[in-house]
């Protein structure tokens, strides 16, 4: 499909929360430069690294994407959350500093936005494939482990926040689970229950970082308030042989 991209607005949002990545921000953004058109905004936000993140980029190459310096650090989870609260386009990719893109990532991207435009959110997990409708369908495929997982990994997600965006305050109230995005996601699929999810087995990251960012002793207790933000009786069927058994 052509696009005459001279006449058209941004629909998406690329996000990238940084601290204190000074070698892999540089090398992200430089991938993304080339690739960006009318119709993707590139935002970073640098959660107060030392020095700057712009101290890293030229004047030159600073007015094609835009940059937001908190004024103070923020922690890790609050930085991923202001990806969403300043996305105005109508699709959001958070993507980490140090999962670096293939060289055709942002073409591919588009093509897969503009054939799936009534997917509230779309995840790409490698080898596996799927649609679901509604909040039962996408229960029911969290029997995976891999997909499971996928659904929360930041690079690998894709937000349609024109239809997220009311569900927003579910990411917030459950910010310290480090899985409130798929919460979010999931609690617009219980008020919308035609709502579509597509994972596509395909990556946009040539390069995962495979070191952990956080702390399993932190994250596994949190994962209970993941089950706490689902007690729900009216979903008991939907739960079972997934990982949502424990809310029953």
């Known amino acids: 499909m052509n696009f005459n991209t001279a006449t058209m607005s941004p629909i998406l949002t690329i996000a990238i929360p940084t601290y204190d990545r ?3 921000i540089q090398k ?3 991938r993304l430069l080339p690739q960006l058109d009318e119709r993707v905004r590139l935002v970073v936000f640098d959660n107060q690294s030392q020095p700057p993140v712009s ?10 994407f835009t940059l937001i310096r908190n004024v103070a650090n923020v922690g890790a989870d609050a930085n991923i959350a202001r ?6 386009t109508k699709w959001l990719w958070t993507l980490s500093d140090d999962d670096f893109i293939r060289e055709d ?3 591919f991207l588009l093509k897969i936005l503009n054939e799936k435009s009534d997917t509230v959110f779309l995840n790409f997990c490698k080898g596996t494939s799927f649609t679901t409708i509604g909040f039962s369908d996408l229960a029911k495929e969290f029997k995976s482990l891999i997909v499971f997982s996928s659904s929360f990994t930041m690079s690998s997600c894709i937000y349609n926040m024109k239809q997220l965006q009311p569900s927003l305050q579910y990411y917030y109230s459950s910010l310290s689970s480090m899985m409130g995005t798929i919460i979010m996601v999931l609690k617009y699929l219980q008020k919308n229950d035609h709502a579509k999810t597509e994972f596509i087995g395909d990556s946009l990251i040539e390069h995962y970082n495979d070191q952990v960012g956080w702390d399993y002793r932190k994250y596994i207790p949190r994962t209970r308030l993941f089950l706490e933000a689902f007690y729900d009786r009216k979903y008991r069927k939907s739960y079972n042989r997934s990982l949502f058994l424990g809310c029953h």
């Open 83 to 88: 990806c969403f609260e300043y996305c105005d």
């Open 22 to 24: 000074p070698s892999a």
């Open 55 to 64: 101290s890293h980029f030229t004047a030159d190459e600073l007015e094609k």
């Open 28 to 30: 992200q953004i430089r």
């Open 105 to 107: 990532a942002i073409e």
